[in-house]
């Protein structure tokens, strides 16, 4: 069935792989005949961005980019030094201790690269406008409501990730001369959007193979609302370095015409996108299998195909020692590993070790296909976890410390040394809604109990009270490697404290890095925008 609808899929979705701009060449009439050419080159086109293959470019996937900001800047995992390894002029250091720069190169390039899809989103919109007389009244609706959402992921990584940033929803609108907005503006104006486009877009599971596979569907923008709900005090905030903050019981919201606060919004979402259909699987594992179409839990993907699609999956790549990469028949780069506070978080060096840990980590001595990996003197490769430190220069476990990155099956047939497999890069999943629904009750003074012990069971683990704390450490156990640490350690009031090895400046005591700075080349660029509180702005050097 899979290959049978590539040549679909291929058709209508990733119409413009290789070329960002494909009818630019030819004259609208050529390229505008029916409704199907209009959506192929507005909506369709913007699917091509959502995963990526170079650096800062996807949502998941690649280096230097959304993933790596969200992941590395966290107490859930660090690139060490490994000597002449992985320095990258202080980069991954940089990230771990939260020294970033509004000069750095590769957070200009995320910037550049969110906008990117938003303008796009722009330009698919006033297409749709334009053509409206090849499409009937519901396609008009179904495709602008599709866009629109597409771009309300965007603006919600950017406001996530940069805090008061330009707001344009036109193609008369520039980004660099645009006005600023306030991060709670930009908030509402996601959740408006989400909102009203959420009952007109489609139905279907966008994880699973067929007209609505990598789209955003009605359970995308349901799981993303209910995401937005749960950090409405971190949202709403407009100066996040006053130590003072919204109270979420008291942040309201109009939904199907009831007044609910942030958690009771929260709840209503979650139960949205269980009533589209989801469940948890009965093995964690099978979500991340090298074809992992059929899953009933992953909400939201990248699809992968190493035939067709030039998206990559890179982390593996990025985590394995060489002679392990050489073992399953790849190469690697031996540097991505989990920190000490994450190995002890599941238990590791205890009685009682959380059985997601071997789900999600390599570690101790390796085994691939029941035999030992051994190191080229013949010594069997051996992780250790509690050795790992941000700079292993001078540590015995240089090249072998840090529980590796497992979780996604290995592709065995992967192309581009391991990099292109098939594994969809899972983004949204249905055991992160339990865990918001569960914390949304334990916010909103209920007992979220029920929902976070269903995540544990299904691992076979004992049941635990849902307090904050615990749904904390849970959140990490279950989406250990899927992005959502920095976003959690925020909301908690944990993101500009110290942790594991790192240990918090004064200077971060008003918590301004809970967003990162506007890159100095945007303000060069937009006299109208400020740059974020706590932040200098330095000329950039990207020559």
């Given at each position: 069935?899979?290959?049978?609808?590539?040549?679909?899929?291929?058709?209508?979705?990733?119409?413009?792989?290789?070329?960002?701009?494909?009818?630019?060449?030819?004259?609208?009439?050529?390229?505008?005949?029916?409704?199907?050419?209009?959506?192929?080159?507005?909506?369709?086109?913007?699917?091509?961005?959502?995963?990526?293959?170079?650096?800062?470019?996807?949502?998941?996937?690649?280096?230097?980019?959304?993933?790596?900001?969200?992941?590395?800047?966290?107490?859930?995992?660090?690139?060490?030094?490994?000597?002449?390894?992985?320095?990258?002029?202080?980069?991954?250091?940089?990230?771990y201790l939260h020294r970033w720069k509004a000069d750095d190169a590769a957070l200009y390039e995320t910037w550049k690269y969110?906008?990117?899809?938003?303008?796009?989103?722009?330009?698919?919109?006033?297409?749709?406008?334009?053509?409206?007389?090849?499409?009937?009244?519901?396609?008009?609706?179904?495709?602008?409501?599709?866009?629109?959402?597409?771009?309300?992921?965007?603006?919600?990584?950017?406001?996530?990730?940069?805090?008061?940033?330009?707001?344009?929803?036109?193609?008369?609108?520039?980004?660099?001369?645009?006005?600023?907005?306030?991060?709670?503006?930009?908030?509402?104006?996601?959740?408006?959007?989400?909102?009203?486009?959420?009952?007109?877009?489609?139905?279907?599971?966008?994880?699973?193979?067929?007209?609505?596979?990598?789209?955003?569907?009605?359970?995308?923008?349901?799981?993303?609302?209910?995401?937005?709900?749960?950090?409405?005090?971190?949202?709403?905030?407009?100066?996040?370095?006053?130590?003072?903050?919204?109270?979420?019981?008291?942040?309201?919201?109009?939904?199907?015409?009831?007044?609910?606060?942030?958690?009771?919004?929260?709840?209503?979402?979650?139960?949205?996108?269980?009533?589209?259909?989801?469940?948890?699987?009965?093995?964690?594992?099978?979500?991340?299998?090298?074809?992992?179409?059929?899953?009933?839990?992953?909400?939201?993907?990248?699809?992968?195909?190493?035939?067709?699609?030039?998206?990559?999956?890179?982390?593996?790549?990025?985590?394995?020692?060489?002679?392990?990469?050489?073992?399953?028949?790849?190469?690697?780069?031996?540097?991505?590993?989990?920190?000490?506070?994450?190995?002890?978080?599941?238990?590791?060096?205890?009685?009682?070790?959380?059985?997601?840990?071997?789900?999600?980590?390599?570690?101790?001595?390796?085994?691939?296909?029941?035999?030992?990996?051994?190191?080229?003197?013949?010594?069997?490769?051996?992780?250790?976890?509690?050795?790992?430190?941000?700079?292993?220069?001078?540590?015995?476990?240089?090249?072998?410390?840090?529980?590796?990155?497992?979780?996604?099956?290995?592709?065995?047939?992967?192309?581009?040394?391991?990099?292109?497999?098939?594994?969809?890069?899972?983004l949204f999943r249905y055991a992160d809604v339990l865990l918001m629904k569960a914390e949304a009750e334990v916010r909103n003074?209920?007992?979220?109990?029920?929902?976070?012990?269903?995540?544990?069971?299904?691992?076979?683990?004992?049941?635990?009270?849902?307090?904050?704390?615990?749904?904390?450490?849970?959140?990490?156990?279950?989406?250990?490697?899927?992005?959502?640490?920095?976003?959690?350690?925020?909301?908690?009031?944990?993101?500009?404290?110290?942790?594991?090895?790192?240990?918090?400046?004064?200077?971060?005591?008003?918590?301004?890095?809970?967003?990162?700075?506007?890159?100095?080349?945007?303000?060069?660029?937009?006299?109208?925008?400020?740059?974020?509180?706590?932040?200098?702005?330095?000329?950039?050097?990207?020559?």
């Amino acid at each position: 069935m899979r290959y049978a609808y590539l040549l679909l899929f291929t058709t209508f979705m990733f119409a413009s792989c290789l070329d960002e701009s494909p009818k630019s060449s030819l004259d609208d009439q050529q390229v505008y005949t029916s409704a199907k050419d209009v959506y192929l080159n507005t909506v369709a086109n913007l699917y091509n961005y959502i995963g990526g293959d170079a650096d800062s470019q996807g949502l998941q996937g690649t280096y230097k980019g959304v993933y790596d900001y969200n992941t590395f800047t966290t107490d859930e995992a660090m690139i060490p030094i490994r000597g002449g390894d992985w320095y990258d002029g202080g980069f991954w250091e940089n990230l771990y201790l939260h020294r970033w720069k509004a000069d750095d190169a590769a957070l200009y390039e995320t910037w550049k690269y969110l906008y990117k899809v938003v303008v796009f989103s722009n330009e698919a919109l006033s297409t749709i406008d334009k053509y409206k007389h090849l499409l009937t009244e519901d396609q008009y609706k179904h495709y602008q409501a599709e866009a629109r959402a597409v771009r309300s992921l965007y603006y919600f990584y950017l406001m996530d990730m940069f805090g008061n940033i330009p707001l344009a929803t036109t193609i008369n609108e520039n980004v660099e001369n645009n006005d600023q907005k306030s991060r709670p503006e930009v908030y509402k104006f996601i959740v408006k959007e989400l909102q009203e486009t959420e009952p007109l877009l489609p139905e279907g599971h966008s994880n699973q193979e067929g007209i609505y596979y990598g789209r955003v569907t009605r359970s995308v923008a349901n799981f993303l609302l209910a995401k937005l709900m749960l950090n409405a005090e971190v949202y709403s905030d407009s100066d996040w370095t006053d130590n003072q903050q919204p109270d979420g019981s008291q942040i309201m919201f109009n939904i199907d015409g009831q007044q609910l606060n942030a958690w009771q919004a929260c709840k209503v979402y979650c139960d949205k996108v269980t009533a589209d259909g989801f469940n948890l699987s009965a093995d964690y594992l099978s979500n991340f299998t090298v074809h992992n179409e059929t899953s009933m839990e992953n909400i939201f993907v990248i699809p992968m195909d190493k035939l067709i699609y030039r998206n990559q999956f890179q982390y593996l790549f990025r985590s394995r020692h060489y002679a392990h990469g050489g073992a399953v028949g790849t190469s690697s780069e031996n540097g991505a590993c989990a920190t000490v506070s994450t190995v002890r978080t599941f238990g590791y060096g205890s009685s009682n070790v959380d059985k997601r840990y071997a789900y999600n980590f390599y570690s101790d001595t390796v085994r691939v296909d029941g035999k030992i990996v051994r190191l080229e003197n013949g010594d069997p490769l051996i992780y250790h976890p509690l050795a790992a430190e941000i700079n292993l220069t001078n540590s015995p476990y240089i090249k072998t410390a840090g529980a590796r990155m497992a979780k996604y099956e290995v592709d065995r047939n992967a192309y581009n040394d391991g990099k292109s497999p098939d594994n969809d890069i899972v983004l949204f999943r249905y055991a992160d809604v339990l865990l918001m629904k569960a914390e949304a009750e334990v916010r909103n003074g209920e007992n979220g109990d029920v929902e976070m012990n269903k995540v544990r069971s299904r691992s076979g683990m004992g049941n635990k009270s849902a307090t904050l704390d615990n749904i904390l450490s849970e959140r990490l156990m279950e989406l250990m490697w899927e992005g959502w640490r920095r976003n959690d350690l925020i909301r908690f009031g944990r993101f500009h404290q110290s942790y594991d090895q790192r240990t918090a400046p004064q200077s971060e005591a008003d918590r301004h890095t809970i967003v990162f700075p506007i890159p100095s080349r945007i303000l060069e660029l937009n006299k109208n925008m400020k740059q974020n509180k706590g932040y200098k702005t330095t000329t950039p050097d990207f020559n």
